[in-house]
């Protein structure tokens, strides 16, 4: 898991990211408390087969990078719900997403009843992803050791779905 904060971090993200043909891939948003209320995103995880990257959205200079990887056709981008995230992330910076794959979509055609990371996780990788982190403040300067083990977990489920997905024929 790498939090990248430095140009060296960014750097070994972006040599990572385009070895890959699929990541995982997840956004997370402060939680909103009051009606009407609502919040950009805060973190974009990736998982490659080497590592997970978190990319704080306070960071500017990870932009281009993001919006690189959600431009390139020859990776697949793998999440749960994944437009939902795309169109906040948007609101954020420019780009144009190519390649994007909804796991849920893939669990549905495919006969599963569950389309959520945690129940396809706990069907698929037998394991259950704990949410109890989920509306922690995404937004924090820092972020704590537990919110890092949840944000990568969810990108590297992700990731790991779609390879389960592809091992059982259920990709087209």
Known sequence: ????????????????????????????????????????????QVAT??????????????????????????????????????????????????????LGTVARSGGLGQTGARNLAGILLGFRIPKGTKTSNWAAPQLSPVQITYAATDAWACRELYLKFQGLGVLA
Not at 25 to 32: C, G, M
């Open 49 to 102: 087969a080497r590592a997970v990257y978190l990319f704080q959205l306070r960071r500017t200079e990870t932009h281009p990078v993001l919006a690189d990887l959600l431009a390139e056709t020859r990776i697949t981008k793998a999440g749960i719900s994944p437009k939902d995230d795309l169109r906040a992330l948007k609101q954020v910076f420019a780009f144009t997403e190519q390649n994007i794959l909804d």
């Open 1 to 44: 898991m790498v939090v990248v904060a430095t140009p060296e971090e960014l750097e070994e993200a972006q040599t990572d990211l385009r070895g890959e043909t699929v990541v995982g891939l997840d956004t997370e948003t402060r939680p909103a408390f009051r009606k009407g209320e609502n919040h950009l995103p805060c973190l974009v």
